[in-house]
Nanobody, 115 residues
Framework: QVQLVESGGGLVQAGGSLRLSCTAS????????MGWYRQPPGKQRELVAV???????NYADSVKGRFTISRDIAKNTVYLQMNSLKPEDTAVYYC?????????WGQGTQVTVSS
């Protein structure tokens, strides 16, 4: 019943920046844990960043210092600010909300970083 829609992906040069957004619709009770995952071509999906219901954040080692996750609870939106992008950041990025006992996923947005 919860639908997530990502936006903000695209093609950027190495060293550039990009901001991803993910907005949820549907019934959400309380404050969910929110996260971003990515799946590089030919590889498994991996966790990028998470912001818990209490507001604490965690990042994959590969993106620490470059990416920032944030949220607007009133808008049911989570953001991922990506700076100093590298070619290895190229992937389909997915947002995730943990709503009660259910996981909701967005459709994915492509991020491509050229050399």
């Amino acid at each position: 019943q919860v639908q997530l829609v990502e936006s903000g992906g695209g093609l950027v040069q190495a060293g550039g920046s990009l901001r991803l957004s993910c907005t949820a619709s549907g019934r959400i009770f309380g404050i969910p844990d929110m996260g971003w995952y990515r799946q590089p071509p030919g590889k498994q999906r991996e966790l990028v960043a998470v912001i818990t219901s209490g507001g604490s954040t965690n990042y994959a080692d590969s993106v620490k210092g470059r990416f920032t996750i944030s949220r607007d609870i009133a808008k049911n939106t989570v953001y991922l600010q990506m700076n100093s992008l590298k070619p290895e950041d190229t992937a389909v990025y997915y947002c995730n909300f943990e709503v009660g006992s259910r996981s909701s996923w967005g459709q994915g947005t492509q991020v491509t970083v050229s050399s």
